[in-house]
């Protein structure tokens, strides 16, 4: 078995999110945290299209917390660092550590708790076994994710 580790997927600042001096608008921010959330389920061999298929469920989000840390630029190669830090009995917890890709800077820090509930009522359901078992190696604490703070190129 593999040590935990972190997903790494890269996005690069977009036009649409910069304001009038090139530097990223807060509201840009919520984007990047779903792409490294869709990019981390499908890595995890979760993908979108087939995650809520069967059992039939639904993860909204239910909390969502950015810290800025540094301003990121028009056209930055940003590496969205992804991880699991905490796997509750309905609830994942899931950590998006925004870096610039070349100078590996902290520029954001985003939490972000989804709640797993059912289609049909819309209530608490314990989160699925396969979907335990996919995202298992990518669950370790903030501590320990910048500790070893992956190679972001």
């Known amino acids: 078995m593999t040590a935990p580790r972190p997903f790494v997927v890269h996005e690069r600042v977009r036009w649409a999110d910069v304001d009038l001096v090139a530097i990223m ?6 984007r990047l945290v779903e792409v490294a959330e869709q990019e981390l389920l499908r890595a995890a061999g979760l993908p979108y299209a087939t995650l809520f298929d ?15 840390i540094a301003p990121a630029r028009l056209d930055d190669d940003l590496a969205l660092v992804t991880y699991v830090s905490r796997m509750g009995d309905t609830s994942l917890t899931l950590q998006v550590d925004v870096r610039n890709a070349a100078s590996q800077t902290l520029i954001a820090a985003a939490t972000m708790v989804v709640v797993c509930v059912t289609v049909e009522g ?9 979907t335990r078992e996919l995202l298992a ?4 604490s903030v501590d320990e994710a910048r500790a070893g703070a992956p190679e972001t190129r």
Request: no cysteine; net charge positive.
């Open 137 to 140: 190696p990518f669950v370790l």
């Open 54 to 68: 069967a059992p039939r469920i639904w993860m909204p989000r239910r909390r969502l917390e950015i810290d800025y």
């Open 122 to 130: 819309f209530a608490k359901r314990p989160l699925p076994r396969i």
């Open 25 to 30: 608008r807060f509201s840009a921010f919520p």
